[in-house]
């Protein structure tokens, strides 16, 4: 009976202690601005050095073996009121606010490639939203971005998180999880 228990017992710290270091996420949530909200990996600090007008910047670089990960998040914001000073003759929805968004990222880059071919517009946490996959050689690096573009009651936003294009597959169930958790406050 005592060996039973022991062989139970290992198998539980066994298990536990597998679980612990399996590597799972644990996330935050940034309400910072007083705008929005949006939950980021812990692991992801704070910086204000990707973009000059980003209301929210997050990156998380770290070298693994001989390998340098990188993935990195901005939140771009422009109020209703101030795109309404603009006095453009025309209204912005979701779908037209992301096609420029999307034409000022390519702008930036060498080379560039749309991957959604159809974006649309989709509900996400009440808001409309169109979200654009593309991938783009910055400075002769090939990164691929994923963009969530908002349309709140206050204002457009700009989700864009972008990581090393080979390392695509391992960052985009994060990258998808940020925008999708993007939520404007009330």
């Not at 654009?132 to 204002?155: R, S, T």
């Amino acid at each position: 009976m005592e060996m039973k228990t022991l062989k139970i017992a290992s198998l539980a710290f066994l298990v536990v202690g597998l679980t612990a270091c399996s590597g799972e996420l644990k996330w935050k949530t940034d309400k910072n601005t007083g705008f929005y909200e949006i939950d980021v990996p812990e692991r992801m600090t704070m910086t204000d050095q990707l973009h000059a007008e980003a209301s929210t910047q997050y990156e998380y670089v770290e070298q693994v073996g001989d390998v340098v990960k990188e993935n990195y998040l901005i939140v771009l914001m422009e109020t209703k009121e101030s795109i309404s000073q603009l006095d453009l003759g025309f209204e912005f929805d979701a779908l037209t606010y992301s096609e420029l968004s999307i034409q000022a990222l390519e702008g930036g880059l060498a080379t560039s490639e749309i991957l959604t071919k159809q974006p649309k517009v989709e509900s996400v946490n009440g808001m409309d939203c169109v979200e654009v996959d593309m991938e783009g050689n910055a400075g002769g690096i090939d990164v691929f971005y994923k963009i969530g573009v908002f349309e709140g009651e206050k204002a457009f936003y700009q989700v864009v998180t972008w990581t090393l294009l080979d390392q695509k597959e391992e960052f985009m169930p994060i990258m998808e999880k940020m925008i999708a958790s993007f939520k404007e406050t009330k």
